[in-house]
Each structure stands twice: as C-alpha cells, then as structure tokens.
C-alpha cells in the first residue's frame, strides 16, 4: 500500500496539490480510486465540488462492501471507526477468511495496515514529486490497478464471479469513452445484476422442476 499510496502522492503533486491536503484527502477517505478521481477531475481543471460528487458515486460501492462484512464488524460506538478501515483490501481480505472470528481480525488488521501505511505513501509520493523531474517515468501509476487484480484472482475462481467481472469489464471499457471519468467504474456493476438475475431466475426454474415430478422425470 506504501507504493500505490506513493503513486497517489505523486499524482496529487503533478496536480498541484500541497502536501498537507495530499495527506489530509489519504487518511480521512481512504478509497483509493476515489482520490485518483478527485485530483484527476480537479487537475485537468474541474470544479472541486463536482470532483468530490464524483468520489462519493465510485465511492458508493461500498454500500455492497458494508452488507458484505458488515456482520463482522463492532457494534455501538465502536462502528463508526471501524467503518472508516472498509476499503478493497480489507473487504477481499475478510472474505477469504473461513470463520468469522477470522475474518474480524483480518478486516481490522489489513485496516489498520492500510490507515497508516496509505497516508505514508502519499507523503513520500508527494515528496519524491518534488525531487524527480518526470515522476511518471517511474511507473508508480501501475501499482494500483495492479493491487486491484492482485485482489480479485483468488475470487475467479468462482463462475458467477467470473462471468460478473466479465461483463462488468466489458461495460466499463464499453462506456469509457462515451461517460465520464470514475462513471464506467460504476457502470461496471451492471456485471453483477445481470449474473445475480441469472442466478435467481434458474433458483426459481430449479424450484418448479423440484416441485413437479413430471419435470424431474424430463430434466434427466
């Protein structure tokens, strides 16, 4: 995370962001492609206000994120800054765990990784923006997207994931050049409704067939 927190930092300088702010965005969002959007949008001279509109709606999958691990995390006051560790990392993380006390101790230790290690990157990124003349020569700007594959391999195994990143793939890189920017990543989901609606009609013709003996018999 240091190394793709260094990328951020050196995106945000190119952007002409100071390092205090550079730092300040890291530590209280803590979504990475939210921040790569937001000093993008505002860097190629977008207003802040509608880049920071365009953060939260990347932002909003962590909705699905939260109905995911949100059993394993703490209840009462204690939510509010466990739900600030909910990243990709922890989420991925959590869920290859195989017990829920597993996955709770996976979920805050990768937070707690990534809320220090994420905001140290960006300072060193920033930093080092400053010293080297074409920070892009480096090839930091790989190291996230890299992350983000890293993440989801171990998830390809199973076929519905499969076929939902296939299409939520397809859809993104689709719309890429007719939306937006951060809009395709959002569109991508539609890889999940269809496979979930896939899913659920053949439960339910699986269920006909189960309840009538008739279609059983034609079904072998």
Known sequence: MVIIGMS?????HEGGFPVWLTVLISATVLGGSSEFLFIGIVAAGGAPLLAALAGILVNT?????????GRYLPRGRRMFPAAHLLNDETVALSAAQTTPAKARA????????????WPLGALLGSGLGRLVA???SLGLDAAFPALLLA???PSLRDPQTRW??????GAAVATTSV??????????????????????VRGTDNAVVQDVPELQEAAR
């Open 8 to 12: 951020y930092g050196v995106s945000a």
């Open 61 to 69: 999958r962590s909705l699905g994120y939260g109905l995911a691990v």
């Open 106 to 117: 996976a979920y805050v230790m990768c937070g707690i990784g990534v809320l220090l290690s």
């Open 134 to 136: 074409d920070p892009q």
């Open 151 to 153: 993440l989801a391999i």
């Open 164 to 169: 939902a990143g296939i299409l939520g793939a």
């Open 179 to 200: 939306l937006p920017a951060g809009v395709p990543i959002v569109v991508s989901l539609i890889g999940v409704a269809v496979v979930e609606l896939w899913r659920r």
